[in-house]
């Protein structure tokens, strides 16, 4: 098994996977770590397009199987090794439409905000300024569904720890470095350092 990945949001979900299943008490095979040099572009080779044609990390190859998508590859781990990541019953599809919701919404406009916040140079200032209030009052608004949804649970599905938590913790995680202020949202706040 491999895992071909970066230092970014959707890169740490499966590094975070593969600690949460081995503290789980699962005897994961033998799995190897290859950093793609994004600077680069090594997500662009014949190589790495072989596995995963959208050109975006991670990509999980496990043995004649390559699964693209970070959700993806987290429901991938989640059914290959059973545990309470990806629970049975109702409380599997209450993990699975929240898990969705991250690669759907919280994803897309935490990347977009960030990438205006700290990246996006070249953009007409009239231009990143009216992106940065979108993509900051989008992210704002998603906070305070996820602060109700965290209201009386330690977890996003309740209280124990799924995949759902996994792939939102490394986006919310970085609000600072996103400038989207979640200190007032105190269910979420609160969720962060108790997942870290």
């Given at each position: 098994?491999?895992?071909?990945?970066?230092?970014?949001?959707?890169?740490?979900?499966?590094?975070?996977?593969f600690?949460?299943?081995?503290?789980?008490?699962?005897?994961?095979?033998?799995?190897?770590?290859?950093?793609?040099?994004?600077?680069?572009?090594?997500?662009?080779?014949?190589?790495?397009?072989?596995?995963?044609?959208?050109?975006?990390?991670?990509?999980?190859?496990?043995?004649?199987?390559?699964?693209?998508?970070?959700?993806?590859?987290?429901?991938?781990?989640?059914?290959k090794?059973?545990?309470?990541?990806?629970?049975?019953?109702?409380?599997?599809?209450?993990?699975?439409?929240?898990?969705?919701?991250?690669?759907?919404?919280?994803?897309?406009?935490?990347?977009?905000?960030?990438?205006?916040?700290?990246?996006?140079?070249?953009?007409?200032?009239?231009?990143?300024?009216?992106?940065?209030?979108?993509?900051?009052?989008?992210?704002?608004?998603?906070?305070?569904?996820?602060?109700?949804?965290?209201?009386?649970?330690?977890?996003?599905?309740?209280?124990?720890?799924?995949?759902?938590?996994?792939?939102?913790?490394?986006?919310?995680?970085?609000?600072?470095w996103?400038?989207?202020?979640?200190?007032?949202?105190?269910n979420?706040?609160?969720?962060?350092?108790?997942?870290?």
């Amino acid at each position: 098994m491999e895992l071909w990945t970066a230092a970014t949001p959707n890169g740490w979900k499966v590094t975070i996977m593969f600690e949460e299943l081995i503290e789980a008490g699962i005897k994961l095979p033998d799995f190897k770590i290859r950093t793609i040099n994004l600077g680069k572009g090594e997500q662009f080779t014949d190589e790495f397009t072989k596995h995963c044609p959208n050109a975006k990390i991670p990509v999980l190859i496990d043995g004649d199987s390559s699964v693209m998508e970070s959700c993806a590859i987290l429901q991938y781990l989640g059914e290959k090794y059973q545990t309470a990541l990806l629970p049975d019953g109702e409380g599997r599809w209450q993990t699975l439409q929240w898990l969705y919701w991250q690669a759907a919404n919280v994803g897309p406009v935490f990347g977009n905000k960030l990438s205006y916040t700290r990246y996006m140079d070249d953009v007409d200032p009239e231009q990143k300024e009216h992106r940065l209030k979108r993509f900051g009052g989008e992210a704002l608004r998603l906070m305070g569904v996820l602060d109700r949804q965290l209201a009386g649970r330690d977890y996003v599905c309740g209280n124990n720890l799924t995949i759902a938590d996994i792939a939102l913790y490394p986006w919310v995680r970085g609000y600072k470095w996103s400038k989207v202020d979640i200190t007032p949202y105190e269910n979420v706040f609160n969720w962060v350092s108790r997942v870290r």
